[in-house]
């Protein structure tokens, strides 16, 4: 109990001082969750959505893993992403990874460090659809960072496969996908350039038709 002090103190120095600047804030957000975007990061402690996009409490839903993956059959990414855009009706999913991503990098050796090597396979596919690229840069710390970049494109795509997205579009929802990438060195997210609104911008295969 003694280490979790710390974290009360400044729980409560926290509450404090927004009530102080903002007597309503608290009664406001207890009424009320209705952000406009759903964030796909990653796990690491330096990577804080409503920080890096500075946007308060109850103005982004959240779903964070390691190296920002959305698999088909983890249902607990699935089903964030359905509350987010069935129940809260977001308008923006955003995937965001970050350059120096421990993940990424873990999946781009041959260490075996247990069972994560399992959730880091993905990556490695990603890995082995883009080897050509990633080869010829020259470094190690290049093609890290280049597999960053593919592996939040990767997971837009994943994003859009799932029914939940596709049935918002075909429902006339105005629901768009984004890719970006975040640099710890200097506090910056950037754009990946791809947004994906509708089905018709994914590969044939996996537009999906209600019955």
Same mark, same amino acid.
């Given at each position: &109990?003694?280490?979790?002090? @710390? ?7 926290? /509450? ?15 009424? %009320? ?25 109850? @103005?982004?839903?959240? +779903? ?45 050796? +041959? ?73 710890? /060195?200097?506090?910056? %997210? ?12 994914? @590969?044939?295969?996996?537009? &999906? @038709?209600?019955?």
């Amino acid at each position: &109990m003694p280490d979790l002090e @710390e974290l009360f103190e400044n729980n409560r120095n926290w /509450s404090r001082r927004i009530r102080e600047s903002d007597p309503d804030f608290f009664h406001r957000l207890s009424s %009320l969750q209705a952000p406009k975007f759903l964030w796909i990061g990653c796990s690491d402690s330096r990577v804080s959505a409503n920080e890096i996009l500075g946007l308060a409490p109850g @103005e982004v839903f959240v +779903h964070r893993n390691v190296a920002n993956l959305v698999l088909h059959t983890d249902l607990n990414c699935l089903s964030v992403i359905q509350y987010a855009v069935e129940v809260l009706k977001v308008e923006h999913i955003i995937v965001c990874g970050h350059y120096g991503c421990g993940g990424v990098h873990a999946a781009c050796g +041959h260490t075996q460090l247990g069972l994560i090597d399992n959730w880091l396979r993905n990556i490695k596919d990603t890995y082995a659809r883009h080897k050509k690229e990633l080869e010829q840069l020259d470094n190690t710390a290049g093609r890290a960072d280049r597999l960053c970049e593919l592996n939040v494109l990767a997971q837009v795509q994943s994003v859009c496969h799932t029914t939940i997205v596709q049935n918002a579009w075909t429902g006339g929802r105005q629901l768009a996908v984004h890719g970006l990438i975040y640099r710890l /060195s200097d506090g910056l %997210l950037h754009d990946l350039a791809v947004r994906i609104t509708a089905a018709d911008q994914l @590969e044939t295969i996996y537009r &999906m @038709e209600e019955p």
